[in-house]
């Protein structure tokens, strides 16, 4: 049913920033809850920001990105965003978007994932 694709990841410079886009095949963010993951080369997954839109709740930040990073959402475009500013070598990582929808397990859709390199 729903499906996620991710894009806007690439190569950037310390300090630059980048905006990471996860659209969905069907209305779905303002319904479920949703949430950016990153998965770095042998480390484990962790979630970046997580937020239940239709519950009227805020973002959770993850103190590694707080005050950097910034999700939004277009829902005429079912689209959600994460507005990367200040990024760092340690923000280095694949990407993910994921929608915890009624299903059995949390997060049980997902997307592809989108590479963002970050460079000193």
């Known amino acids: 049913q729903v499906q996620l694709r991710e894009s806007g990841g690439g190569l950037v410079q310390a300090g630059g920033s980048l905006r990471l886009s996860c659209e969905s095949s069907e209305r779905a963010f303002s319904i479920y809850p949703m949430a950016w993951f990153r998965q770095a080369p042998g480390k484990g997954r962790e979630s970046v920001v997580s937020?239940?839109?239709?519950?009227?709740?805020?973002?959770n930040y993850a103190d590694s990105v707080k005050g950097r990073f910034t999700i939004s959402r277009d829902n005429t475009r079912n689209t959600v965003y994460l507005q990367m500013n200040s990024l760092k070598p340690e923000d280095t990582a694949v990407y993910y978007c994921?929608?915890?929808?009624?299903?059995?397990?949390?997060?049980?859709?997902w997307g592809q994932g989108t590479q963002v390199t970050v460079f000193s």
């Open positions: 937020v239940a839109w239709s519950g009227g709740g805020s973002p």
């Open positions: 994921a929608v915890d929808t009624p299903a059995p397990g949390s997060y049980d859709v």
